[in-house]
Protein backbone atom coordinates (compact mmCIF):
# COMPACT_ATOMS: atom_id res chain seq x y z
CA UNK A 1 0.00 0.00 0.00
CA UNK A 2 3.12 2.41 1.22
CA UNK A 3 4.29 1.94 -2.78
CA UNK A 4 0.98 2.40 -4.38
CA UNK A 5 0.93 5.60 -2.50
CA UNK A 6 4.65 6.83 -3.31
CA UNK A 7 4.23 5.96 -6.72
CA UNK A 8 0.84 7.91 -6.76
CA UNK A 9 1.90 11.19 -5.56
CA UNK A 10 5.00 10.94 -7.46
CA UNK A 11 3.25 10.91 -10.70
CA UNK A 12 1.17 13.77 -9.82
CA UNK A 13 4.53 15.94 -8.45
CA UNK A 14 5.64 15.12 -11.97
CA UNK A 15 2.62 16.64 -13.81
CA UNK A 16 3.50 20.43 -15.10
CA UNK A 17 1.68 22.85 -13.43
CA UNK A 18 0.64 26.01 -15.30
CA UNK A 19 -0.27 29.30 -13.18
CA UNK A 20 -3.69 30.44 -13.61
CA UNK A 21 -3.74 33.57 -16.03
CA UNK A 22 -6.38 36.62 -14.43
CA UNK A 23 -7.97 39.36 -17.06
CA UNK A 24 -9.58 42.13 -15.72
CA UNK A 25 -10.74 41.31 -12.33
CA UNK A 26 -11.07 38.41 -9.50
CA UNK A 27 -13.19 37.06 -7.45
CA UNK A 28 -12.41 35.25 -3.96
CA UNK A 29 -14.18 33.39 -1.08
CA UNK A 30 -12.65 31.83 1.75
CA UNK A 31 -14.08 30.07 4.98
CA UNK A 32 -12.34 29.13 8.12
CA UNK A 33 -13.92 26.62 10.80
CA UNK A 34 -12.27 25.61 14.26
CA UNK A 35 -13.87 24.01 17.22
CA UNK A 36 -12.75 22.84 20.89
CA UNK A 37 -14.75 20.05 23.08
CA UNK A 38 -13.89 19.43 26.42
CA UNK A 39 -14.24 21.02 29.62
CA UNK A 40 -14.64 24.62 27.73
CA UNK A 41 -16.41 24.08 24.47
CA UNK A 42 -15.64 27.12 22.39
CA UNK A 43 -14.77 27.42 18.03
CA UNK A 44 -15.13 30.09 15.75
CA UNK A 45 -16.48 30.54 12.34
CA UNK A 46 -15.11 32.52 9.16
CA UNK A 47 -16.44 33.93 5.92
CA UNK A 48 -14.84 36.45 3.82
CA UNK A 49 -15.62 37.63 -0.15
CA UNK A 50 -13.44 39.94 -2.00
CA UNK A 51 -13.22 41.35 -5.14
CA UNK A 52 -10.07 42.32 -7.25
CA UNK A 53 -8.82 44.74 -10.02
CA UNK A 54 -5.59 43.79 -11.74
CA UNK A 55 -3.25 46.26 -12.12
CA UNK A 56 0.09 45.49 -14.67
CA UNK A 57 1.22 42.15 -14.65
CA UNK A 58 1.74 41.25 -11.00
CA UNK A 59 -0.52 43.47 -9.08
CA UNK A 60 -4.37 43.17 -7.98
CA UNK A 61 -5.80 45.25 -5.75
CA UNK A 62 -9.54 45.49 -3.81
CA UNK A 63 -12.11 45.92 -1.12
CA UNK A 64 -12.65 43.25 0.97
CA UNK A 65 -15.49 42.32 3.84
CA UNK A 66 -15.27 39.47 6.16
CA UNK A 67 -18.03 37.78 8.89
CA UNK A 68 -16.30 36.15 11.99
CA UNK A 69 -18.36 34.06 14.53
CA UNK A 70 -16.98 33.05 17.79
CA UNK A 71 -17.94 31.13 21.37
CA UNK A 72 -17.18 29.75 24.11
CA UNK A 73 -19.47 27.51 26.33
CA UNK A 74 -17.87 26.86 29.89
CA UNK A 75 -19.25 23.36 31.44
CA UNK A 76 -17.95 23.98 34.90
CA UNK A 77 -19.07 27.23 35.96
CA UNK A 78 -22.06 27.73 32.87
CA UNK A 79 -20.47 30.71 31.23
CA UNK A 80 -21.60 30.84 27.95
CA UNK A 81 -20.17 33.86 25.50
CA UNK A 82 -20.86 34.49 21.28
CA UNK A 83 -20.00 37.72 19.42
CA UNK A 84 -20.48 38.02 15.68
CA UNK A 85 -18.06 40.69 13.76
CA UNK A 86 -17.82 42.49 10.59
CA UNK A 87 -15.20 44.22 9.09
CA UNK A 88 -14.35 45.82 5.59
CA UNK A 89 -10.80 46.05 4.14
CA UNK A 90 -8.44 45.96 1.10
CA UNK A 91 -5.89 43.70 0.33
Known sequence: MKTILISFF???ISLPVYCQSINGTELGLDASFNSRTGQVR????GLGI????KFGETIILGPSIRY??????DGATGNKFSRNSWGGGAF
Do not use: A
Not at 42 to 45: D, I, Q, W
Not at 68 to 73: E, N
Open 10 to 12: SIL
Open 42 to 45: SGNF
Open 50 to 53: KYGF
Open 68 to 73: QRTWSD
